[in-house]
Protein backbone atom coordinates (compact mmCIF):
# COMPACT_ATOMS: atom_id res chain seq x y z
CA UNK A 1 0.00 0.00 0.00
CA UNK A 2 2.66 2.59 0.83
CA UNK A 3 4.72 1.50 -2.82
CA UNK A 4 1.53 2.57 -4.76
CA UNK A 5 0.11 5.81 -2.39
CA UNK A 6 3.91 7.05 -2.76
CA UNK A 7 4.26 5.77 -6.94
CA UNK A 8 2.74 9.67 -7.48
CA UNK A 9 5.64 11.13 -5.36
CA UNK A 10 8.26 9.04 -7.15
CA UNK A 11 6.98 10.54 -10.71
CA UNK A 12 7.94 14.13 -9.84
CA UNK A 13 11.62 12.87 -9.63
CA UNK A 14 11.28 11.57 -12.87
CA UNK A 15 12.86 14.37 -15.13
CA UNK A 16 10.92 13.80 -18.32
CA UNK A 17 7.54 14.20 -16.11
CA UNK A 18 8.27 17.27 -14.39
CA UNK A 19 9.43 18.27 -17.88
CA UNK A 20 5.50 18.11 -19.02
CA UNK A 21 4.02 19.12 -15.96
CA UNK A 22 5.85 22.42 -16.18
CA UNK A 23 4.91 23.12 -19.60
CA UNK A 24 1.57 21.81 -19.06
CA UNK A 25 1.23 24.63 -15.88
CA UNK A 26 2.95 27.24 -17.44
CA UNK A 27 0.55 26.89 -20.92
CA UNK A 28 -2.76 26.79 -18.39
CA UNK A 29 -1.40 30.15 -16.70
CA UNK A 30 -1.37 31.91 -20.66
CA UNK A 31 -4.56 30.59 -20.83
CA UNK A 32 -5.98 31.66 -17.83
CA UNK A 33 -3.80 34.90 -17.92
CA UNK A 34 -5.25 35.57 -21.52
CA UNK A 35 -8.82 34.67 -20.60
CA UNK A 36 -9.06 36.71 -17.59
CA UNK A 37 -7.52 39.91 -19.82
CA UNK A 38 -10.38 39.11 -22.41
CA UNK A 39 -12.94 38.69 -20.26
CA UNK A 40 -12.13 42.41 -18.63
CA UNK A 41 -11.51 44.08 -21.65
CA UNK A 42 -15.21 42.84 -23.05
CA UNK A 43 -16.81 43.98 -19.95
CA UNK A 44 -15.44 47.48 -19.72
CA UNK A 45 -15.76 48.15 -23.63
CA UNK A 46 -19.56 46.71 -22.83
CA UNK A 47 -19.54 49.43 -20.14
CA UNK A 48 -19.03 51.93 -22.63
CA UNK A 49 -21.08 51.05 -25.40
CA UNK A 50 -18.38 50.23 -27.70
CA UNK A 51 -19.07 47.83 -30.03
CA UNK A 52 -16.79 44.68 -30.45
CA UNK A 53 -16.55 41.67 -32.60
CA UNK A 54 -15.35 41.40 -36.29
CA UNK A 55 -18.25 42.04 -38.00
CA UNK A 56 -17.21 45.46 -39.63
CA UNK A 57 -14.92 43.48 -42.10
CA UNK A 58 -18.09 42.78 -44.54
CA UNK A 59 -18.99 46.89 -44.34
CA UNK A 60 -17.78 48.90 -47.13
CA UNK A 61 -14.21 50.78 -45.91
CA UNK A 62 -14.84 53.90 -48.27
CA UNK A 63 -11.41 55.03 -48.96
CA UNK A 64 -9.01 54.91 -51.33
CA UNK A 65 -5.58 52.98 -51.16
CA UNK A 66 -3.01 54.72 -53.72
CA UNK A 67 -1.66 51.70 -54.60
CA UNK A 68 -2.60 47.74 -54.53
CA UNK A 69 -1.31 44.87 -56.04
CA UNK A 70 -4.82 43.49 -56.36
CA UNK A 71 -8.20 44.93 -57.83
CA UNK A 72 -9.57 47.43 -54.79
CA UNK A 73 -11.77 50.48 -54.89
CA UNK A 74 -13.47 52.48 -52.35
CA UNK A 75 -17.20 50.37 -52.03
CA UNK A 76 -15.47 46.78 -51.35
CA UNK A 77 -15.22 45.62 -47.79
CA UNK A 78 -12.78 46.36 -45.03
CA UNK A 79 -11.72 42.45 -45.65
CA UNK A 80 -10.77 43.34 -48.91
CA UNK A 81 -8.92 46.78 -47.09
CA UNK A 82 -6.97 44.77 -44.95
CA UNK A 83 -5.93 42.24 -47.74
CA UNK A 84 -4.57 44.81 -50.23
CA UNK A 85 -2.62 46.18 -47.09
CA UNK A 86 -0.83 42.39 -46.54
CA UNK A 87 -0.44 42.02 -49.85
CA UNK A 88 1.25 45.42 -50.35
CA UNK A 89 3.51 44.49 -46.88
CA UNK A 90 4.48 41.09 -48.44
CA UNK A 91 5.28 42.35 -51.83
CA UNK A 92 8.00 45.49 -50.41
CA UNK A 93 9.22 42.61 -48.12
CA UNK A 94 9.97 40.21 -50.46
CA UNK A 95 11.50 43.04 -53.40
CA UNK A 96 13.29 44.18 -50.41
CA UNK A 97 15.16 41.17 -49.15
CA UNK A 98 16.10 40.15 -52.38
CA UNK A 99 17.60 43.74 -52.96
CA UNK A 100 19.58 43.32 -49.43
CA UNK A 101 20.10 40.08 -50.17
CA UNK A 102 21.87 40.72 -53.93
CA UNK A 103 23.85 44.28 -52.67
CA UNK A 104 24.63 42.22 -49.52
CA UNK A 105 26.42 39.47 -50.73
CA UNK A 106 28.57 41.93 -53.45
CA UNK A 107 29.79 44.13 -50.92
CA UNK A 108 30.60 41.68 -48.31
CA UNK A 109 32.92 40.14 -50.68
CA UNK A 110 33.62 43.10 -51.80
CA UNK A 111 35.03 44.14 -48.11
CA UNK A 112 38.07 41.04 -48.55
CA UNK A 113 39.11 42.34 -51.74
CA UNK A 114 42.76 42.94 -52.34
CA UNK A 115 41.66 46.04 -54.29
CA UNK A 116 41.95 48.48 -51.23
CA UNK A 117 39.45 51.02 -52.85
CA UNK A 118 37.43 48.83 -53.24
CA UNK A 119 37.56 47.05 -49.76
CA UNK A 120 37.65 50.83 -48.04
CA UNK A 121 34.60 52.11 -50.44
CA UNK A 122 33.04 48.52 -49.43
CA UNK A 123 33.64 49.52 -45.87
CA UNK A 124 32.48 52.84 -45.97
CA UNK A 125 29.24 52.06 -47.56
CA UNK A 126 28.27 49.39 -44.54
CA UNK A 127 29.15 52.16 -41.84
CA UNK A 128 27.52 55.07 -43.28
CA UNK A 129 24.12 52.82 -43.57
CA UNK A 130 24.46 50.39 -40.78
CA UNK A 131 24.53 53.23 -38.15
CA UNK A 132 22.01 55.67 -39.40
CA UNK A 133 18.16 55.39 -38.50
CA UNK A 134 16.53 53.51 -40.92
CA UNK A 135 13.39 56.05 -40.27
CA UNK A 136 16.04 59.03 -41.31
CA UNK A 137 16.85 57.43 -44.68
CA UNK A 138 13.44 56.75 -45.46
CA UNK A 139 12.63 60.33 -45.14
CA UNK A 140 15.62 60.87 -47.04
CA UNK A 141 15.43 58.67 -50.18
CA UNK A 142 11.37 59.94 -50.41
CA UNK A 143 13.08 63.70 -50.06
CA UNK A 144 14.96 63.20 -52.94
CA UNK A 145 12.81 61.32 -55.07
CA UNK A 146 10.18 64.22 -54.85
CA UNK A 147 12.73 67.10 -55.22
CA UNK A 148 14.77 65.41 -58.13
CA UNK A 149 12.12 64.54 -60.67
CA UNK A 150 9.37 66.83 -62.40
CA UNK A 151 5.94 67.28 -61.78
CA UNK A 152 3.63 65.16 -63.61
CA UNK A 153 2.97 67.92 -65.88
CA UNK A 154 6.28 67.81 -67.28
CA UNK A 155 7.29 64.24 -66.61
CA UNK A 156 10.21 62.75 -68.27
CA UNK A 157 9.69 60.02 -71.29
CA UNK A 158 13.15 58.02 -71.24
CA UNK A 159 11.14 55.42 -73.21
CA UNK A 160 7.97 55.56 -75.52
CA UNK A 161 5.03 55.55 -73.17
CA UNK A 162 7.23 55.55 -70.64
CA UNK A 163 6.42 58.60 -67.65
CA UNK A 164 9.06 59.39 -64.80
CA UNK A 165 8.16 62.13 -62.69
CA UNK A 166 7.62 63.21 -58.60
CA UNK A 167 4.62 60.99 -58.97
CA UNK A 168 6.31 57.88 -59.87
CA UNK A 169 7.04 56.00 -62.79
CA UNK A 170 4.39 54.65 -64.92
CA UNK A 171 5.15 52.25 -67.61
CA UNK A 172 2.66 49.79 -69.97
CA UNK A 173 0.80 47.39 -67.70
CA UNK A 174 -1.10 44.18 -69.10
CA UNK A 175 -5.07 44.05 -68.74
CA UNK A 176 -5.00 41.07 -66.25
CA UNK A 177 -7.41 38.15 -65.95
CA UNK A 178 -7.84 35.17 -64.02
CA UNK A 179 -6.14 33.31 -67.13
CA UNK A 180 -3.35 35.49 -66.57
CA UNK A 181 -3.29 34.08 -62.85
CA UNK A 182 -3.08 30.49 -64.43
CA UNK A 183 -0.37 31.47 -66.63
CA UNK A 184 1.72 32.99 -63.43
CA UNK A 185 0.95 29.87 -61.60
CA UNK A 186 2.35 27.71 -64.45
CA UNK A 187 5.78 30.23 -64.48
CA UNK A 188 6.00 29.06 -60.81
CA UNK A 189 5.40 25.52 -61.18
CA UNK A 190 7.96 25.64 -64.22
CA UNK A 191 10.57 27.22 -62.69
CA UNK A 192 10.23 25.04 -59.88
CA UNK A 193 10.56 21.68 -61.56
CA UNK A 194 13.41 23.26 -63.70
CA UNK A 195 15.20 23.48 -60.50
CA UNK A 196 14.22 19.99 -59.49
CA UNK A 197 15.42 18.64 -62.71
CA UNK A 198 18.89 20.29 -62.26
CA UNK A 199 19.14 19.17 -58.96
CA UNK A 200 18.82 15.81 -60.05
CA UNK A 201 21.01 15.52 -62.48
CA UNK A 202 23.37 17.30 -60.21
CA UNK A 203 23.29 14.31 -58.21
CA UNK A 204 23.54 11.69 -60.69
CA UNK A 205 26.47 13.51 -62.24
CA UNK A 206 28.26 13.46 -58.50
CA UNK A 207 26.93 9.55 -58.04
CA UNK A 208 28.45 8.61 -61.25
CA UNK A 209 31.06 10.84 -62.21
CA UNK A 210 29.80 11.15 -65.97
CA UNK A 211 28.72 14.52 -66.99
CA UNK A 212 25.74 14.05 -68.97
CA UNK A 213 24.45 16.65 -71.34
CA UNK A 214 20.38 18.04 -68.85
CA UNK A 215 19.80 21.37 -70.61
CA UNK A 216 17.05 20.06 -72.78
CA UNK A 217 15.20 18.17 -69.75
CA UNK A 218 15.84 21.70 -67.79
CA UNK A 219 14.46 23.44 -70.56
CA UNK A 220 11.56 21.69 -71.41
CA UNK A 221 10.57 21.51 -67.02
CA UNK A 222 10.89 25.66 -67.69
CA UNK A 223 8.76 25.74 -70.53
CA UNK A 224 6.65 23.44 -70.50
CA UNK A 225 4.06 24.15 -67.60
CA UNK A 226 3.51 28.01 -69.08
CA UNK A 227 3.48 26.87 -72.53
CA UNK A 228 1.05 24.78 -71.52
CA UNK A 229 -1.59 26.87 -69.95
CA UNK A 230 -1.14 29.47 -72.43
CA UNK A 231 -2.58 26.65 -74.85
CA UNK A 232 -5.18 25.63 -72.53
CA UNK A 233 -6.55 28.84 -70.94
CA UNK A 234 -5.84 31.42 -74.50
CA UNK A 235 -5.56 34.52 -71.85
CA UNK A 236 -5.77 38.00 -74.26
CA UNK A 237 -2.46 40.03 -74.26
CA UNK A 238 -4.07 43.32 -74.61
CA UNK A 239 -1.43 46.45 -73.43
CA UNK A 240 -2.89 48.76 -71.16
CA UNK A 241 -0.76 51.85 -72.58
CA UNK A 242 -0.76 55.18 -70.41
CA UNK A 243 -1.92 58.53 -71.84
CA UNK A 244 -0.76 61.70 -70.54
CA UNK A 245 -2.99 64.07 -69.49
CA UNK A 246 -2.66 67.85 -68.34
CA UNK A 247 -2.39 67.14 -64.84
CA UNK A 248 -2.03 63.72 -64.19
CA UNK A 249 -0.99 60.17 -66.35
CA UNK A 250 -4.44 57.67 -66.65
CA UNK A 251 -3.77 53.83 -67.39
CA UNK A 252 -0.22 51.44 -67.24
CA UNK A 253 1.17 50.66 -63.79
CA UNK A 254 2.63 52.81 -61.63
CA UNK A 255 5.43 52.63 -59.07
CA UNK A 256 4.39 55.46 -56.58
CA UNK A 257 7.65 57.35 -54.74
CA UNK A 258 6.44 56.02 -51.33
CA UNK A 259 7.09 52.37 -52.60
CA UNK A 260 10.18 53.27 -54.26
CA UNK A 261 11.20 54.84 -51.12
CA UNK A 262 10.90 52.38 -48.90
CA UNK A 263 12.16 49.58 -50.98
CA UNK A 264 15.72 51.65 -51.29
CA UNK A 265 15.52 52.22 -47.40
CA UNK A 266 14.72 48.74 -46.32
CA UNK A 267 16.71 46.96 -49.13
CA UNK A 268 20.00 49.33 -48.74
CA UNK A 269 19.47 49.51 -44.82
CA UNK A 270 19.42 45.57 -44.46
CA UNK A 271 22.11 44.98 -47.11
CA UNK A 272 24.70 46.33 -44.84
CA UNK A 273 24.08 44.03 -42.54
CA UNK A 274 23.98 41.28 -44.48
CA UNK A 275 27.21 42.48 -46.09
CA UNK A 276 28.93 41.40 -42.48
CA UNK A 277 27.26 38.63 -41.99
CA UNK A 278 29.25 37.19 -45.64
CA UNK A 279 31.95 38.66 -44.85
CA UNK A 280 32.12 36.51 -41.86
CA UNK A 281 31.18 33.44 -43.42
CA UNK A 282 33.73 33.96 -45.97
CA UNK A 283 36.42 34.45 -43.00
CA UNK A 284 35.39 31.10 -41.22
CA UNK A 285 36.33 29.29 -44.26
CA UNK A 286 40.16 28.01 -44.02
CA UNK A 287 42.30 29.39 -45.91
CA UNK A 288 43.55 25.59 -46.61
CA UNK A 289 40.48 25.44 -49.10
CA UNK A 290 41.69 28.51 -50.65
CA UNK A 291 45.13 26.76 -51.68
CA UNK A 292 43.37 23.61 -52.44
CA UNK A 293 41.05 25.48 -54.69
CA UNK A 294 43.90 26.68 -56.39
CA UNK A 295 46.09 24.29 -56.64
CA UNK A 296 43.33 22.10 -58.89
CA UNK A 297 44.00 25.18 -61.40
CA UNK A 298 40.21 26.93 -59.97
CA UNK A 299 40.41 30.89 -60.39
CA UNK A 300 39.68 33.05 -57.65
CA UNK A 301 35.78 34.12 -58.92
CA UNK A 302 35.64 29.73 -59.46
CA UNK A 303 36.93 29.12 -55.94
CA UNK A 304 34.34 31.85 -54.38
CA UNK A 305 31.55 30.07 -56.09
CA UNK A 306 32.27 26.09 -55.66
CA UNK A 307 34.21 26.06 -52.73
CA UNK A 308 34.14 29.16 -50.20
CA UNK A 309 30.52 30.48 -50.15
CA UNK A 310 28.75 26.95 -50.07
CA UNK A 311 30.80 26.41 -47.18
CA UNK A 312 30.20 29.37 -46.04
CA UNK A 313 26.27 29.49 -45.98
CA UNK A 314 26.35 27.32 -42.87
CA UNK A 315 27.76 30.17 -41.27
CA UNK A 316 25.78 33.05 -42.95
CA UNK A 317 21.98 31.32 -42.83
CA UNK A 318 21.62 31.26 -38.87
CA UNK A 319 21.62 35.10 -39.06
CA UNK A 320 20.27 35.56 -42.13
CA UNK A 321 17.28 34.90 -40.88
CA UNK A 322 17.26 37.51 -38.13
CA UNK A 323 18.06 40.31 -40.88
CA UNK A 324 14.83 39.26 -42.86
CA UNK A 325 12.72 38.91 -39.69
CA UNK A 326 13.65 42.79 -39.23
CA UNK A 327 13.66 43.81 -42.75
CA UNK A 328 9.95 42.35 -42.78
CA UNK A 329 8.83 43.76 -39.30
CA UNK A 330 10.66 47.14 -40.59
CA UNK A 331 7.97 47.90 -43.08
CA UNK A 332 5.98 48.67 -40.90
CA UNK A 333 7.73 52.05 -40.56
CA UNK A 334 6.03 52.81 -44.34
CA UNK A 335 3.04 54.68 -42.43
CA UNK A 336 5.99 57.40 -42.12
CA UNK A 337 6.48 58.17 -45.80
CA UNK A 338 2.78 57.55 -46.98
CA UNK A 339 3.13 53.88 -48.29
CA UNK A 340 -0.46 52.29 -47.91
CA UNK A 341 0.95 48.77 -45.73
CA UNK A 342 -0.87 46.78 -43.33
CA UNK A 343 -0.72 49.06 -40.52
CA UNK A 344 -1.28 52.12 -42.74
CA UNK A 345 -4.92 50.60 -43.79
CA UNK A 346 -5.43 48.97 -40.14
CA UNK A 347 -5.10 52.55 -38.99
CA UNK A 348 -7.17 53.79 -41.59
CA UNK A 349 -9.78 51.28 -40.26
CA UNK A 350 -9.51 51.96 -36.49
CA UNK A 351 -10.06 55.67 -37.25
CA UNK A 352 -13.18 54.74 -39.02
CA UNK A 353 -14.65 51.89 -36.86
CA UNK A 354 -13.51 52.65 -33.31
CA UNK A 355 -12.28 49.32 -33.26
CA UNK A 356 -8.67 49.40 -32.23
CA UNK A 357 -8.60 46.09 -30.40
CA UNK A 358 -9.76 44.26 -33.47
CA UNK A 359 -7.61 46.26 -35.97
CA UNK A 360 -4.29 45.44 -33.60
CA UNK A 361 -5.09 42.05 -33.18
CA UNK A 362 -5.46 41.41 -36.82
CA UNK A 363 -2.30 43.16 -37.99
CA UNK A 364 -0.15 41.06 -34.71
CA UNK A 365 -1.15 37.85 -36.35
CA UNK A 366 -0.02 38.98 -39.45
CA UNK A 367 3.33 39.76 -38.86
CA UNK A 368 3.50 36.78 -36.76
CA UNK A 369 2.28 33.95 -38.87
CA UNK A 370 4.70 36.23 -41.48
CA UNK A 371 7.61 35.96 -39.03
CA UNK A 372 7.17 31.74 -38.14
CA UNK A 373 6.60 31.38 -42.03
CA UNK A 374 9.92 32.83 -42.76
CA UNK A 375 11.87 31.38 -39.52
CA UNK A 376 10.14 27.85 -40.84
CA UNK A 377 11.66 28.24 -44.13
CA UNK A 378 15.10 29.12 -43.10
CA UNK A 379 15.72 26.44 -40.56
CA UNK A 380 15.04 24.31 -43.22
CA UNK A 381 17.09 25.85 -45.67
CA UNK A 382 20.05 25.81 -42.77
CA UNK A 383 19.14 22.04 -42.39
CA UNK A 384 20.18 21.34 -46.08
CA UNK A 385 23.04 23.52 -46.26
CA UNK A 386 24.39 22.40 -42.63
CA UNK A 387 27.39 19.74 -42.12
CA UNK A 388 25.61 16.03 -41.34
CA UNK A 389 27.87 14.63 -38.73
CA UNK A 390 29.17 10.98 -39.70
Not at 191 to 196: E, G, R
Amino acid sequence: MASSASSPVRLLYDVRVRAVLYQVVAVALVIGVGLYLFGNVSRKLAEQNIATGFDYLSRPAGFVISQSFIRYDSGDTYARALLVGIFNTIWVSIFAVTLSTLLGLIVGIARLSRNPLLAFLALIYVEALRNVPLLLYLFLWYALIVAVFPPVREAWQPLPEVFLSNGGLIVPSLRWSSGHTGVLLAVIAGIALAFFAASRLRSRRVASGQNQTGWPLILAALLGPPLLAILLLQPDFVINWPEKGRFRITGGVQVTPEFTALLVGLGLSASAGIAEIVRAGILSVGRGQWEAARAVGLHDRQTMRLVVLPQALRVIVPPLTSSYLSTFKNSSLAIAIGYPDLVMVSNTTMNQTGQAIEGIAIFMLVYLSMSITISLFMNWYNARVALVER
